[in-house]
């Protein structure tokens, strides 16, 4: 059973939550994922009925890997039946259009065993959503974008997010992890595009953070990022695509969410609610200076919104976001 600890930390008085995502050996029932999941899985199953009608390519593995023998058995799960598998945090990868998952277990006499997890999600963008929610470590070369930490790594490819953790420590074991995932990569025979919108954020230059960068599908999943509202004020949902990265500007730490609507009439009416709910004392512009002394601010470029939050001063959000808006004009040559 792999299952997840959910670690919490509040940061700063507009409430930036951070959660971290690890496997440990026990089983934790969340009061906040049996929320998330009224508001997110019928969306989701929506995505995996759609699924039925593609073609899965079949992901073949090797009997043996670096001395662990896989043990002849791939476990199916559903999106009806993934909560017995990962119970408390399935609602994640429900969010981002889950399709099906299998385990594969590989075996070692005296040694721990390797369970290697293959997620297929709706889409490409979809699986490195779900990567980029919990990204922290180092890249370690796999797949199309990965990260190797505390055991376990993760990588995804094409429309597959792929984990691979032993239920132990010993010798070889990490190399044995990473070994095996080199052989999934390379059994997953298709690759995919990741977000387009990770190529419209402005980069290092303008002080982008390493691994902060979050493809978002849902407002409960932005808000375990960075908390906004408990209210979908910003109509999020799998017809929008958001993107979440932070910035540091003169020292503090800045938050800048690029979110693309079906149309720009939607994007309009996003603003609206975003305006009203959030920053009603505005006065009808489109920045505000906030309780903590900082500053918000949100544009509308087409089907585009563009929000700051946390800004030291106006000039730090101002150039962040023409630094966006020149991105979207070149993306759209």
Not at 249 to 278: M, N, T
Request: charge should be neutral.
């Amino acid at each position: 059973m792999n299952d997840f600890f959910c670690k919490l930390s509040l940061a700063e008085t507009i409430g930036e939550i951070c959660v971290h995502l690890r496997p440990i050996q026990i089983r934790m029932k969340s009061l906040f994922f049996s929320i998330a999941l009224l508001l997110l899985l019928g969306t989701a199953q929506g995505a995996g009925a759609e699924g039925k009608t593609r073609v899965t390519p079949k992901i073949v593995l090797p009997p043996e890997v670096a001395g662990w023998k896989w043990d002849g058995k791939v476990k199916t799960f559903t999106a009806k039946t993934v909560f017995d598998y990962i119970n408390g945090a399935a609602e994640l990868y429900l969010a981002y259009g889950f399709l099906g998952l299998k385990v594969w277990r590989f075996e070692k006499a005296g040694a721990p065993s390797i369970n290697l997890e293959v997620y297929e999600q709706a889409s490409s963008e979809d699986a490195y959503g779900v990567f980029s929610f919990e990204q922290q470590d180092e890249p370690a070369g796999i797949g199309q974008g990965s990260e190797f930490g505390g055991g376990l790594l993760r990588f995804w490819k094409g429309n597959y997010l792929v984990s691979v953790y032993a239920e132990g420590e010993g010798k070889g074991v990490e190399a044995a992890i990473l070994d095996i995932g080199k052989v999934a990569a390379q059994a997953i025979p298709i690759t995919g595009p990741e977000p387009r919108l990770i190529q419209l954020l402005p980069g290092k230059e303008f002080g982008q953070v390493d691994r902060s960068t979050r493809f978002l599908r849902s407002h409960v999943l932005l808000n375990q990022r960075f908390f906004i509202a408990h209210q979908n004020i910003l109509n999020l949902s799998r017809k929008t695509d958001a993107v979440l990265a932070v910035y540091l500007r003169g020292g503090k730490k800045v938050q800048l969410l690029l979110i693309r609507y079906p149309d720009a009439d939607e994007a309009r009416i996003s603003q609206e609610s975003f305006r009203k709910a959030y920053m009603p004392d505005a006065g009808g512009k489109d920045q505000v200076k906030t309780e903590d002394r900082k500053w918000t601010f949100i544009r509308q470029q087409n089907d585009y919104l563009l929000l700051v939050f946390s800004a030291p001063t106006e000039s730090d959000a101002e150039n962040l976001l023409k630094a966006t808006e020149e991105k979207l004009v070149m993306g759209r040559r």
